[in-house]
């Protein structure tokens, strides 16, 4: 993270977050509680649909809170975005796990979703969601029998794979089931964790895809996380160029082979707006909904090289200033179980350094002079690595403004089987 001197020569904290080192708008001080700000009373209302005067200083903290406007308004730019350039758009749900939120991405045109787990899958699958990507391989009898029942139960279900052994083990699953599955081979795309070298091991991996009886070729995945990161548009847009041309190659090589190659899948919050252009047919993005710190600095088509302001931080953790007794340094119930990390950053107050004292204890510190929270203020602060945290919470809390509009589950909270 960049350091505070850092941020306020860029002026980018002050412009975008709307405050000044001093005089910053203040955050809300919880208010002794009038209504019954019982976790029952709160629940028993929620499930009533009864969000009548029940604002943020209510909530049980630390809790995440999503800004409804700001979510609905990046929803609606990625798609606008993908729809005048001409890609589709299957986002990936990792980043919420979150029904609602894949509802309004699906009513603003996306054709699927794409998950990081055969446990997501089941879920969006439970929930009426059609056309999902899993996008690692099933290894293994649990996954590889719960990828098979979930390609009988919806045909329009696939799933990836970087290596011939896997494929036989499906192919052998798939016969005993009599089921037939839909498979993208996943090419390497310059991070070092999956995908098939691209070129001839990818073509020669897509054909015994589709020699197999019970599989059908797709097309092929290329996930380039690298590039998604890379700061300055131009520059990130030269880095998906390169880091992609192997998987053009590809598709090249497997429509000469006469393979039809339906889909070419990958992309990103960071490359949404270039991914048209790298080869790919539709976007995987996913922390667009909410953004995260981690983007906040790689720059825009805009030519902001310090803020990338595309996506809005539609995503915060609600947190209580719930002790005040060292010097330059306020502790809050934002802490290591919550996963606060000091890549995180205050709204409004973007100079404090976010610090994690402990498993409920979270720290925020200052330099002398700079204005600083109180005891029972309550903040709000942008997280980072958002799937991880989303994987800490159970829900979010829906907000206008200050008032709680609705409450959404996180899916999968049930243990690690659900992850
Ligand atoms: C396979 C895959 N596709 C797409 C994405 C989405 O990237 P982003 O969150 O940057 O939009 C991720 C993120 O980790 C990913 O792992």
């Known amino acids: 993270m960049r350091s505070r001197r850092e941020f306020l020569s860029a002026g980018i904290a002050m412009s975008f977050l709307g405050a000044t080192r001093r005089g910053a708008a203040m955050t ?11 976790i029952t009373e709160l629940n028993k209302r929620f499930a009533q649909r009864d969000f009548r005067g029940i604002t943020k200083d209510m909530l049980p903290t630390p809790c995440l809170v ?18 005048a350039n001409g890609i589709k758009v299957r986002p990936h749900v990792k980043v919420h796990k979150s029904v609602e939120v894949a509802r309004r991405q699906m009513s603003a045109g996306a054709i699927g979703l794409t998950c990081s787990t055969i446990a997501e899958a089941e879920l969006f699958s439970d929930a009426g969601m059609k056309g999902m990507i899993w996008t690692k391989q099933p290894v293994g009898r649990n996954n590889t029998q719960r990828a098979i029942a979930l390609s009988k139960k919806d045909p329009t279900f696939m799933f990836v794979s970087d290596d011939a052994q896997v494929i036989d083990w499906v192919e052998e699953a798939a016969a005993a089931h009599n089921v037939k599955v839909r498979i993208l081979v996943s090419v390497c795309a310059g991070l070092a964790r999956q995908g098939i070298e691209a070129g001839k091991p990818a073509v020669d991996l897509a054909k015994r895809v589709a020699a197999s009886k019970h599989m059908q070729f797709e097309g092929f995945m290329a996930y380039s996380g690298n590039a998604a990161h890379v700061k300055g548009f131009e520059a990130r ?34 490359t949404y707006n270039i991914d048209h252009e790298t080869g790919l047919t539709e976007l995987q993005a996913a922390t667009y909904v909410f953004m995260d710190t981690a983007y906040f600095p790689v720059g825009g088509q805009d030519g902001d090289m310090e803020r990338y302001n595309d996506f809005k931080p539609a995503l915060t953790v609600l947190t209580t ?5 060292h010097p330059n340094l306020i502790s809050t119930d934002y802490g290591a179980k919550a996963l606060a990390r000091s890549t995180d950053i ?8 976010v610090g994690n004292g402990g498993a409920e204890y979270g720290a925020l510190t200052w330099r002398d002079g700079e204005q600083h929270p109180k005891l029972g203020d309550l903040l709000e602060i942008y997280p ?19 008032k709680i509009v609705d409450v959404w589950p996180i899916m999968g909270r049930a243990g690690a089987a659900q992850r």
């Open 28 to 38: 809300t001080s919880s208010k002794s509680c009038n209504a019954d700000c019982s």
């Open 66 to 83: 999503v800004d409804l406007d700001l979510l609905n308004a990046n929803v609606k730019h990625l798609a606008d975005t993908a729809n």
């Open 321 to 325: 200033v719930d002790s005040q007794y």
């Open 384 to 402: 980072s690595s958002l799937d991880m945290s989303t994987n800490a919470f159970d829900r979010y809390y829906v907000s206008q403004g200050d």
């Open 237 to 270: 847009r030269k880095a998906s160029m390169e880091v992609l041309a192997g998987v053009r190659e590809s598709k090249v090589f497997a429509l000469e082979a006469g393979l039809p190659v339906n889909i070419m899948t990958g992309g990103s919050t960071g």
């Open 346 to 353: 205050v709204k409004e107050m973007p100079w404090l350094k």
